[in-house]
Structures are given as C-alpha cells and as structure tokens.
C-alpha cells in the first residue's frame, strides 16, 4: 500500500518536499482488527499544526512516520464482529489507501441513500460539528442575532452562515477571500452580505457589510479579522473563536488585536474551543443536520480532488484557499 509520510519540518508555508508517498507491505489483520480501503480522505487546516515540532491540539506528526487523518472507507477484511466486511467506516488513519487498524479505532457509519461518503468528512463530519458547537453553545447564538463569520466559504463557515439563518439571524455577513466565492455566499448560500478581504482593511469593510454592527463572531481567521469584529461588535457581543488560519504558516507570533481593551467597555465574551470536547452535541448535531441535508435545507459544496498521490498539492491548495466549501481528496470507488 502507498502511504504519505512527513520528510521535514516546514518553516513558514510547507511545500512539496516536506512530504513522502512511500510503498509499504500491508500486514493482514491480527484478531479484533480490520484493513480498510480508503474512499475520500479529508485535508484540514489544523493539519498544518501538527507538522510542527512544538505542541499542538492534535498530536504532532513525527517525521518517518505516516501522516493521519480522517478518512472514510470501507473495510475489506475483518476480524472483529463488531465492524464486519463491507462496512463504511470513519478512522483517523487516512494519507494512505489501505490501512489496518483496531477495530476499537473504527466508527461504522450508517449507510445513507443520496449521501456521498466524503459527507462525513464535511457537513456531517468534525466540520460540522464545530459549526454548530461554535456557534450554538460558545457564541451562545440567538434570534435576531446580527452574525459575522470569518472564512465563510470554507467548510466550517459556509455551515456557520446557513445554520444562522435557518434560525432567524436578523443578517449574516461572511468574508472570503476571491470574489467568485462572496457572490457563492451571497447568491446561492444565503448569506445576507458578503466581502472579499483583500479589497481594503478589514474593519473598514465590515462597517460597509455589517452597518448595525454585529452580535455574533465566529472567527476562522483570527488577526485582521479578530481585531476588525471586536470594532464592530455590539454591547455584550459573544464571538467563538474557532480558527486563526491567517497566522498558521507564520514564523514569528502575530501581534495581537490593538483594540482588546474594547472587549471591556463593549462587555464582549470571546470563547475559544475545539471540537473534540464537544462530543455530547454529536448525536443532536447528526440527527437535525442529516435531516437538514436530505431535505435540501442545506446549500453543501465540496471540492474534491482525486489521487492519493494528488494529497499533497491538495493540502497546500486548501492553506492557500483553493476550496469552495469542504476539500476532500477521492481515493477509490
Ligand atoms: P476551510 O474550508 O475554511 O479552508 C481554509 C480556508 O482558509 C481557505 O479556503 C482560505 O479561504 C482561508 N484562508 C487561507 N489563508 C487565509 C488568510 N491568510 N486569511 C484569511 N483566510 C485564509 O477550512 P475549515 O472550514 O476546515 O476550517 C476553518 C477554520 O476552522 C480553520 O482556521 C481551522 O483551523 C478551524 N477549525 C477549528 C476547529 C476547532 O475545533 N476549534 C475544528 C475545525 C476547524 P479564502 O479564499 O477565503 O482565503
């Protein structure tokens, strides 16, 4: 089987030669594992932060050893009778084609007419999830809330944007980064308004988007972006502060946001989070947002690549935003 494997440690933004595809023999299972083949491999941008060699969220990537990440696929061999053959499954072992693994490491996916499996990397998957836990739970949304989100034609924000409105935001308003993906967000996602970062200072152009100010952050990039939201937040604005893409392949600490003190005279709260301690909210989550993607409530978009071999150049093309919605690389049938 072909696996990828780190080669060096990047500084600044990765490139190519950071990474390996290496050929592998592939063990059969031992008793209570499986061997999955790979269908759709997700690329992330918190992978970015286990390239490095100090501590992230997620364990950090050691060089030699195969990169990870989440994967759906199907298992082709097994012996464990609690994930049989042919099951669809979630594991965190994907940038290779063929893995085995305990089967304890395995979640059976239920079979869903209409969906595509990369949905459990996306709408349906860890994205998801932290669209709703974010904006739900950490920025406490309500009705009649004014919303602003931050790398809103992702996959995590273009979600944020949408659940809003299914739940009476009074307007969301997104920024992104090309004009292709605001006239996206305005024109087919719903978002009320929309603008193009690179077109002027931030906090300038979220005045002209967000004239009555915001009630809600939910943060993607962090930086400009953090620093433009606190200017326009409303009294006792809440934000979640998801992400802070513009600094990951920063090589010295961003300095930070020069109007905090306003987080007092504005009462604002200002929570961070990871999804992973968010699990509780799984079960509601899948249940409403499946229901909500079978209905077509939901405006989904992926960009898919296809090739194990393509995984990489699919990586760098996400920190760059070469994504509309979820990027998902397609490894097999
Ligand atoms: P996206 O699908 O949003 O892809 C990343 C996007 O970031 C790109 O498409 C690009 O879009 C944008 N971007 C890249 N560089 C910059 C920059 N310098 N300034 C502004 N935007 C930039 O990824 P996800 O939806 O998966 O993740 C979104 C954010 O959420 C990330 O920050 C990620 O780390 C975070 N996250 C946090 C989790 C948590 O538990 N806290 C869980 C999951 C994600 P554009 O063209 O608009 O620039």
Known sequence: TREWQLAARPHGEPTPDDFRLV???RPDPAEGQVAVRM???SVDPYMRGRMNPGKSYAARWEIGETMKGGAVGRVVASRSPAVPEGALVLADAAWRDVAVLDAAHVRVLPELPGIPPSYHLGVLGMPGLTAWAGLFRLAEFREGDTVFVSGAAGAVGSLVGQFAKLNGAAAVVGSAGTPEKVRWLTEEVGFTRAFDYHDGPVAELLAGAAPEGIDV???????EHLEAAIGAFNEFGRGALCGAISGYNATEPAPGPRNMFMMVTKKLSLRGFIVGDHADLRDEFTTKVTRMVTSGDLVVRETVREGLENAVDTFLDLLR??????????LAD
């Not at 935003?321 to 397609?330: A, E, I, L, S």
């Open 23 to 25: 050929e592998l023999e």
């Open 39 to 41: 269908l759709v491999m």
């Open 217 to 223: 952050f939910f943060d993607n990039v962090g930086g």
């Open 321 to 330: 935003g070469g994504n509309t919605g979820k990027m998902v690389v397609k």
